[in-house]
């Protein structure tokens, strides 16, 4: 269970540009980058974590699946709420952190939320992204997306559907947030981290709300405090790297948000710069 905790709100504090070069020819690629002018360090989206119990990765499997070995040498089965590889996040003889459900009728009474690489904790529970990034966006905290009278959570438009609409009357704002736990090689954290035919359709979509005059957003939430910074993992995926530029191209705006993570709370308090390469 976690619950969050408010802390200050704050409205129009920072702004931001997109900076382009523009190639000469076509085959010549553009150089995006999105650049972020103030410090909001101390701005803090609080999720407390509670009961949590620590233990030692044993393994992943079947996607959903992680057997842990706790500290008092029992060996469980704890649902793993992440769909992606979890590459540099699921490595046997990691340290773990679980929470308890505290309901014996579940099948699998604890939820895999942490991970400690060697560096810093990790959250991969995917769930507490979208559950930050609501808690945020109604607060005010990003003050990009700040200002709106309504936040709604899970709106579809089109043949999709998003994960934040943000609305004063038909003043509309559709969000789709991303939970991005890969470091790449060149330090930077990336997304995805596995092909993602699912996460190219809901960028499609967002140039069609575009299109339709509204705005639209991709809020990348980092629950991890290394890395130097966000991009698409075109190494992994080209062809959403590919469909996310031509989305920023088609009006979609792009935010990219790290959090401090620890086994008591999980703190979203800095927007981070994205780069397109």
Not at 15 to 39: G, H, P, Q, T, Y
Not at 42 to 50: D, F, K
Not at 51 to 71: H, M, N, Q, S, W
Not at 90 to 109: C, F, I, M, Q, W
Request: a neutral charge; charged letters at 25%; hydrophobic letters at 40%.
């Amino acid at each position: 269970m976690f619950r969050s905790v408010s802390k200050l709100g704050i409205r129009n504090l920072s702004r931001s540009i997109f900076i382009k070069n523009n190639a000469k020819n076509r085959e010549d690629r553009c150089d995006w980058k999105f650049i972020v002018l103030c410090d909001l360090s101390w701005l803090i989206n609080l999720v407390e974590l509670s009961p949590t119990i620590f233990g030692t990765l044993v393994k992943r499997y079947k996607r959903f699946l992680a057997d842990v070995e706790l500290d008092d040498g029992t060996v469980i089965t704890a649902h793993c709420p992440n769909t992606g590889r979890m590459t540099t996040c699921a490595e046997a003889g990691y340290r773990v952190v679980l929470s308890d459900s505290d309901n014996p009728k579940r099948k699998y009474r604890y939820t895999w939320e942490l991970v400690h690489n060697g560096n810093c904790w990790i959250c991969v529970n995917t769930g507490r992204a979208n559950e930050m990034a609501f808690e945020a966006v109604s607060k005010g905290w990003i003050p990009e997306l700040a200002g709106y009278e309504d936040v709604v959570r899970e709106q579809k438009f089109g043949n999709s559907r998003f994960d934040l609409l943000l609305k004063t009357g038909d003043k509309l704002c559709y969000v789709e947030v991303k939970n991005v736990t890969l470091l790449a090689e060149d330090g930077m954290v990336a997304f995805p981290d596995a092909v993602t035919e699912r996460g190219r359709k809901h960028l499609n979509e967002l140039i069609e709300v575009v299109r339709a005059r509204h705005r639209a957003a991709m809020l990348f939430v980092i629950p991890r405090a290394d890395g130097t910074g966000f991009r698409a993992a075109h190494e992994i995926d080209p062809k959403y790297a590919a469909a996310l530029k031509d989305a920023v191209e088609g009006g979609v705006e792009v935010y990219a948000w790290q959090a401090d993570v620890s086994p008591t709370d999980i703190k979203l308090n800095r927007p981070v710069s994205v780069e397109f390469v």
